[in-house]
């Protein structure tokens, strides 16, 4: 079965500084891989996934993703946080044919003038 | 389109009671899925549907029942609540593999 570890719980960056948020996914084939974004109150909305291809996926908002086989990792990244980039994160991994889906823990990130 | 929409957006049951949370998508997508939210514990998976007619279970099925019968609904029921359930749940849709799942707004439960 496949697994996300995200690491970090708490994330404070300061508005304009860059941002990675980590994740790290356990799945022994080439899995989907997804990130999503959750305002207070509101259901997920997808930022961006990889299914094959390119490794770096650009996604809405700014922000981008490099999957990397070698570290079983996904990590999101965006150059400039803006204050309206505080919210929670998730990284979620499928298996080929995207059944199921298992989301990581979350990274909540607070942005600071 | 109104996307994927749940009702009751928040309820209070007592332990015992049972309930229906309702989920429709007007998106035509054959996916549908239920999750619930708990802090510290990210989404789980309850159930899924593939199509009408088609369901299976994900993480966390127990003390849930779903059923498809259309395209555009998906219900979950609990059928004897336990304060265990109190949680979020979101529904969320997809029109077939690579392509975008949709959330629904949530509906927060409350069990006493």
């Known amino acids: 079965a496949q697994s996300v570890t995200q690491p970090d719980i708490h994330i404070t960056v300061s508005e304009g500084a860059s941002l990675e948020l980590r994740c790290n996914y356990s799945y022994g084939a080439t899995p989907y891989l997804f990130w999503y974004v959750q305002s207070p109150g509101q259901g997920l909305q997808l930022l961006l996934k990889y299914f094959s291809g390119d490794t770096l996926v650009q996604g809405i908002k700014g922000f981008e993703a490099e999957f990397k086989r070698s570290q079983s990792s996904f990590n999101l990244r965006k150059p400039s946080v803006h204050w309206s980039d505080a919210a929670e994160y998730f990284c979620?991994?499928?298996?080929?044919?995207?059944?199921?889906?298992?989301f990581g823990i979350g990274t909540k990130l607070q942005v600071i003038p | 389109n109104a996307g994927v929409t749940q009702t009751p957006k928040f309820q209070v049951l007592k332990t015992g009671q049972s309930m229906t949370l309702q989920c429709a998508q007007d998106m035509n997508h054959e996916y549908m899925s239920w999750y619930r939210q708990d802090p510290g514990m990210g989404l789980r998976l309850i159930h899924y549907?593939?199509?009408?007619?088609?369901?299976d279970q994900g993480e966390v099925p127990n003390g849930y029942n779903v059923s498809r019968s259309t395209t555009e609904d998906f219900p979950l029921r609990l059928l004897s609540a336990a304060p265990s359930q109190t949680s979020v749940y979101f529904c969320a849709s997809r029109a077939r593999v690579q392509e975008t799942q949709y959330f629904g707004p949530g509906t927060r439960l409350l069990v006493l």
């Open positions: 549907s593939v199509g009408a007619g088609i369901t």
């Open positions: 979620a991994v499928a298996p080929e044919g995207y059944q199921k889906v298992t």
